[in-house]
């Protein structure tokens, strides 16, 4: 591997290493101190990495052999004893047995066309799962298009995958299947959720002009009565608001979770290497209203997620759907009585909303010994 790169979603390459039995070992004190203490022991006996090998040109090298690899683990060498080389990539004769929804070019092939595969053959299961309770409507179409690509380019035959939105009931669970038809079909019938925690856009628009019960522009807005005055004064808190939002978005972030969790369960039992890919907007960890304390409703749902997948062996990765974002003004917001000063807070907020989210998938995916992107 001298003149070579690891790059993810290239190839798989299965490497089994050998490493030693760990046992829990305790100290004469501790041994008398906990004489009635219940005793484990852990065994480790076979890790398996997936690895994308390209050269420096990002050519796949499949002709590659255990003694080509070096592991280790805490700067300590791992014995590398099996390496099995794995394409991922669909090839184009597959574009027989794809038919994609509403494309009138895409003829459906045949049943007989369709490879059975057994379950012995199944080299991954995969379970896509959309998160419609935290996609803003403007991320929608891209995220559909991304996903029939996909399927299209970056299945192989003996995949076993499954389309899933956390914002259905029995509507929203699709079985799990290696006929990419299916896959397709289910992609198309995905729909916007109004009850998202997230609107229309990704931000929420500024709008100098929300009113409140009292009539007229919000308090602090230029043309707002003084408190006090009784003329259009405002009888509901901002804050109140604040913490309605709040309560709205960690109640939809632990249905997502909640969802996530019983996907895990079901693929607990299958074939392959599990994997779950979620496709979202993020989560936030941490209190909006009070950012130095966790959020316990979603860190409950979080520590059950991490805990399901660890004990089912499923990795889950991460995709934030909104794609780049600046965090600038939008053609929606209304900043027309708004002073600079009051904007260039706004565009701040938004950066920091973004970036909590996505620390809330990236840790999901890390605990699980995936990534997100």
């Given at each position: 591997m001298t003149r070579t790169s690891l790059r993810a979603l290239t190839l798989l390459t299965c490497l089994l290493l050998a490493t030693p039995v760990i046992r829990g070992g305790q100290s004469p004190a501790d041994s008398q101190a906990t004489e009635h203490t219940p005793k484990f022991r852990v065994g480790?006996?076979?890790?398996?990495?997936?690895a994308g090998v390209t050269d420096r040109d990002g050519?796949?090298?499949?002709?590659?052999?255990?003694a080509d690899f070096e592991v280790r683990q805490d700067g300590k060498l791992q014995t590398v004893t099996y390496a099995q080389f794995m394409p991922v990539s669909s090839a184009p004769a597959a574009e027989a047995v794809v038919a994609v929804s509403g494309s009138p070019a895409a003829?459906?092939?045949?049943?007989?066309?369709?490879?059975?595969?057994?379950?012995?053959?199944?080299?991954?299961t995969l379970a896509i799962v959309v998160d419609d309770l935290g996609l803003s409507f403007?991320?929608?179409?891209?995220?559909?298009?991304?996903?029939?690509?996909?399927?299209?380019?970056?299945?192989?035959?003996?995949?076993?995958?499954?389309?899933?939105?956390?914002?259905?009931?029995?509507?929203?669970?699709?079985?799990?299947?290696?006929?990419?038809?299916?896959?397709h079909a289910a992609i198309d019938e995905l729909r916007w959720n109004g009850r998202s925690r997230n609107g229309v856009e990704p931000f929420t628009a500024v709008n100098s002009w929300t009113t409140f019960?009292?009539?007229?522009?919000?308090?602090?807005?230029?043309?707002?009565?003084?408190?006090?005055?009784?003329?259009?004064?405002?009888?509901?808190?901002?804050?109140?608001?604040r913490a309605v939002d709040q309560l709205r978005s960690?109640?939809?972030?632990?249905?997502?979770?909640?969802?996530?969790?019983?996907?895990?369960?079901?693929?607990?039992?299958?074939p392959g290497r599990k994997a779950v890919i979620l496709v979202t907007e993020g989560f936030q960890m941490l209190d909006r209203?009070?950012?130095?304390?966790?959020?316990?409703?979603?860190?409950?749902?979080?520590?059950?997620?991490?805990?399901?997948?660890?004990?089912?062996?499923?990795?889950?990765?991460?995709?934030?759907?909104?794609?780049?974002?600046?965090g600038g003004l939008l053609a929606s917001d209304n900043i027309k009585n708004r002073a600079g000063e009051g904007i260039r807070d706004f565009s701040a907020d938004r950066t920091t909303f973004r970036r909590d989210t996505q620390e809330g998938m990236a840790y999901l995916a890390e605990q699980t010994g995936g990534f997100a992107v």
């Open positions: 480790v006996d076979i890790v398996r990495i997936d050519r796949t090298v499949p002709n590659l052999t255990a003829a459906p092939a045949p049943a007989s066309a369709i490879p059975v595969v057994q379950p012995e053959e199944i080299q991954r403007e991320s929608f179409h891209g995220m559909q298009r991304a996903l029939h690509d996909f399927i299209d380019h970056s299945l192989a035959p003996t995949d076993l995958v499954a389309v899933v939105r956390t914002g259905g009931a029995g509507g929203g669970l699709q079985p799990f299947t290696t006929d990419r038809r299916v896959l019960s009292g009539g007229g522009p919000a308090p602090g807005s230029p043309g707002a009565a003084a408190p006090g005055s009784g003329a259009g004064e405002a009888t509901i808190d901002p804050a109140d608001f960690s109640m939809s972030a632990a249905g997502t979770l909640g969802a996530l969790n019983l996907v895990i369960r079901g693929t607990r039992e299958l209203l009070d950012a130095a304390l966790p959020e316990s409703r979603t860190r409950t749902a979080l520590d059950r997620v991490t805990e399901q997948a660890t004990r089912a062996g499923v990795v889950i990765y991460t995709l934030d759907a909104r794609g780049l974002q600046t």
